[in-house]
Nanobody, 124 residues
Framework: QVQLVEAGGRLVQAGSSLRLSCAAS????????MGWFRQAPGKEREFVTA????????SYAESVKGRFTISRDNAKNTVYLQMNSLKSEDTAVYYC?????????????????WGQGTQVTVSS
């Protein structure tokens, strides 16, 4: 069983940067493809980005391409989300998720483990 704990969310101004982290425990981190998702009030949870278990493949939602970057440090069992040029529409609870050795896909149903989320609020 994998436990995921997100950190780094806070209130920031539009145009600023923020880095989220997700620490994993209880499993073989290097065997998991990791994803970031977000959910704004009144909206469905949506895909943000993912990185494959071997780190060689990433995917991004169109809305964050060029602004967000996902990375992983297998030695620290941690995945990061670097968010630049933040916009008010990026305001949401951000969730970390893991799936076993799968592709870096967008479908929430393909991820087996989820964190509790961290709130990111971008003021305009």
């Amino acid at each position: 069983q994998v436990q995921l704990v997100e950190a780094g969310g806070r209130l920031v101004q539009a145009g600023s940067s923020l880095r989220l982290s997700c620490a994993a425990s209880g499993g073989t981190f290097s065997a998991y493809t990791m994803g970031w998702f977000r959910q704004a009030p009144g909206k469905e949870r949506e895909f943000v980005t993912a990185i494959s278990w071997f780190g060689g493949s990433t995917s991004y939602a169109e809305s964050v391409k060029g602004r967000f970057t996902i990375s992983r440090d297998n030695a620290k069992n941690t995945v990061y989300l670097q968010m630049n040029s933040l916009k008010s529409e990026d305001t949401a609870v951000y969730y970390c998720a893991a799936r076993v050795m799968g592709a870096a896909v967008a479908a929430t149903t393909l991820y087996n483990y989820w964190g509790q989320g961290t709130q990111v609020t971008v003021s305009s």
